[in-house]
């Protein structure tokens, strides 16, 4: 087949084929007419929101230029489409390695502790989580988080954290119950499962009230919401890898512990630790 002899878009429905960053490069490596077919087909937008779905909330790219109001009307009426499509496609080019990158170049993005839905007692903050190693800190204090008990197992708590940035790729996480060594019998206060959230801190509408959210604490928007994992009753470091590679944008992750396996002996009320 002459490729030569197809029109341009038969050329960008076959090159809007291509899934992989490799193919995608190469194609836009081959000539002047083939790396203009990638910009106008947007092929490096495409390649992201087909890699990272959370993505879809940028809609479009806005250009910064100091001492410029790059929102105006007359900018954006004399900025021609080749413009815009050569700016969008440099941007998500960039974009795209760059979370690529992320994904692989840090072993935590946890920040902060921002709360609990129930804590225990002051010493058993949701801050103490951060610090699985060694079991009690060494100002002597232990490094665990409790809840409160309940008396059905069926109460889920949640933990609630600041990622480092703003923007980052997760790929898994790993969770690690706390074995109780000094009540007889070192019994382990795990959950039955447990489910990840990713988002941002939930904007306030006109008038002070908050967007509408689904989820019951109604402070915060989740584009992400992993699978429900089952938990190891175990005192082990336990991986849960997500099903693909995630988006985090707004810098906001949170744990959902569901269901509750032990009982505590002095008050027979179940707790997680």
């Given amino acids: 087949m002459d490729v030569k002899r197809l029109d341009d878009d038969t050329m960008l429905q076959i090159l809007?084929?291509?899934?992989t960053d490799e193919d995608v490069a190469r194609a836009g490596a081959v000539?002047?007419?083939?790396?203009?077919?990638?910009?106008?087909?947007?092929?490096?937008?495409?390649?992201?929101?087909?890699?990272f779905p959370e993505l879809e909330v940028f809609r479009e790219v806005a250009e910064q230029s100091s001492g410029v109001d790059c929102t105006t009307v007359e900018l954006s009426k004399s900025?021609?489409?080749?413009?815009?499509?050569?700016?969008?496609?440099?941007?998500?080019?960039?974009?795209?390695?760059?979370?690529?990158?992320?994904?692989?170049?840090?072993?935590?993005?946890?920040?902060?502790?921002?709360?609990?839905?129930?804590?225990?007692?002051p010493n058993e903050e949701v801050i103490q989580t951060l610090y699985p190693h060694p079991k009690r800190l060494s100002s002597g204090s232990p490094?665990?988080?409790?809840?409160?008990?309940?008396?059905?197992?069926?109460?889920?708590?949640?933990?609630?954290?600041?990622?480092?940035?703003?923007?980052?790729?997760?790929e898994e996480i790993k969770l690690r119950p706390f074995e109780a060594f000094f009540q007889y019998g070192s019994p382990i206060y795990s959950p039955k499962f447990v489910r990840f959230y990713f988002g941002y801190q939930a904007c306030r509408a006109p008038g002070g009230h908050s967007w509408s959210n689904p989820h019951p604490d109604g402070n915060y928007v989740w584009k992400y919401v992993s699978p429900m994992y089952p938990v190891e009753q175990a005192d082990s470091l336990q991986t849960f890898r997500l099903?693909?590679?995630v988006?985090?944008?707004?810098?906001?992750?949170?744990v959902e512990l569901i269901g509750r396996v032990q009982k505590q002996s002095t008050d027979q009320l179940?707790?997680?630790w």
């Fill in 31 to 51: 000539c002047r007419s083939w790396h203009r077919l990638v910009v106008d087909g947007r092929l490096w937008r495409r390649l992201c929101m087909i890699r």
């Fill in 79 to 121: 900025r021609s489409e080749e413009d815009i499509l050569r700016r969008e496609h440099k941007v998500f080019c960039d974009f795209y390695y760059s979370l690529m990158r992320t994904s692989s170049t840090r072993s935590s993005y946890i920040w902060n502790a921002l709360h609990a839905s129930s804590t225990d007692n």
């Fill in 247 to 254: 988006v985090c944008i707004g810098g906001i992750f949170q």
């Fill in 143 to 170: 490094s665990y988080w409790s809840s409160t008990g309940q008396k059905l197992e069926t109460v889920p708590e949640f933990l609630t954290y600041r990622m480092v940035t703003p923007l980052c790729v997760v």
């Fill in 16 to 19: 809007g084929c291509l899934d």
């Fill in 243 to 245: 099903p693909r590679p």
């Fill in 270 to 272: 179940y707790y997680i």
